[in-house]
T-cell receptor, first 116, second 119 residues
Framework: EAGVVQSPRYKIIEKKQPVAFWCNPI?????LYWYLQNLGQGPELLIR????????DSQLPKDRFSAERLKGVDSTLKIQPAELGDSAVYLC??????????????FGPGTRLTVL | AQKVTQAQTEISVVEKEDVTLDCVYE???????LFWYKQPPSGELVFLIR??????QNEISGRYSWNFQKSTSSFNFTITASQVVDSAVYFC????????????????FGSGTQLTVLP
């Protein structure tokens, strides 16, 4: 079974430029997450989707960040415009929906963003 | 609010030594889940173990074991007979609340412990 796929793996841009990250979750996983991981820190949730609905986006900086999961499968996270402080690893994770069970999250390899 | 603290920033051991990674958590919920994840240099977080708040039984799984103590809010993780391939950053994580329609809730991670196993 294929894992969570993310692209690109690395991205270098200049500040004020836009950037987008793509995630394809494990097939059949209803829940999709985007996390931000700063250097030397643990991941922090940005947004959680249940199918195509964003059910928790309270920690997403909405002035410059946006996300979508139009068909309830793959997802795109966008930053416009990027700032120096956005340099980090952006992780995508997914989990299945099985009633009555706690479902662990499966993580992708992440996209390492460098803003110059 | 939930919080996870990993006081050990870096640990170095020699191969075959046992090593324990500490984790202390804070939560107001009576139902919660605790996790350990491994992040090798490739960057992908790998799930290792999970415990729920109602099960304090400590177990061993291969070279991994954990010590869950609600009285001290600790969830320590031990690797027995460490190997060079165990070198990675290890994260402890907490998720509050019971199962909600089978969907996982937000994970709160600690800052991680960099484990280096020397040959």
């Amino acid at each position: 079974e294929a894992g969570v796929v993310q692209s690109p793996r690395y991205k270098i841009i200049e500040k004020k430029q836009p950037v987008a990250f793509w995630c394809n979750p494990i097939s059949g996983h209803n829940t999709l997450y985007w996390y931000l991981q700063n250097l030397g820190q643990g991941p922090e949730l940005l947004i959680r989707y249940e199918n195509e609905e964003a059910v928790d986006d309270s920690q997403l900086p909405k002035d410059r960040f946006s996300a979508e999961r139009l068909k309830g499968v793959d997802s795109t996270l966008k930053i416009q415009p990027a700032e120096l402080g956005d340099s980090a690893v952006y992780l995508c994770a997914s989990s299945p929906k099985r009633e009555g069970l706690y479902n662990e999250q499966f993580f992708g390899p992440g996209t390492r963003l460098t803003v110059l | 609010a939930q919080k996870v603290t990993q006081a050990q920033t870096e640990i170095s051991v020699v191969e075959k030594e046992d090593v324990t990674l500490d984790c202390v958590y804070e939560t107001r919920d009576t139902t919660y889940y605790l996790f350990w994840y491994k992040q090798p240099p490739s960057g992908e977080l790998v799930f290792l173990i999970r415990r729920n708040s109602f099960d304090e039984q400590n177990e061993i799984s291969g070279r991994y074991s954990w010590n869950f103590q609600k009285s001290t809010s600790s969830f320590n993780f031990t690797i027995t007979a460490s190997q060079v391939v165990d070198s990675a950053v290890y994260f402890c994580a907490l998720s509050e609340g019971g199962v909600s329609s089978g969907s996982a809730r937000q994970l709160t991670f600690g800052s991680g412990t960099q484990l280096t196993v020397l040959p």
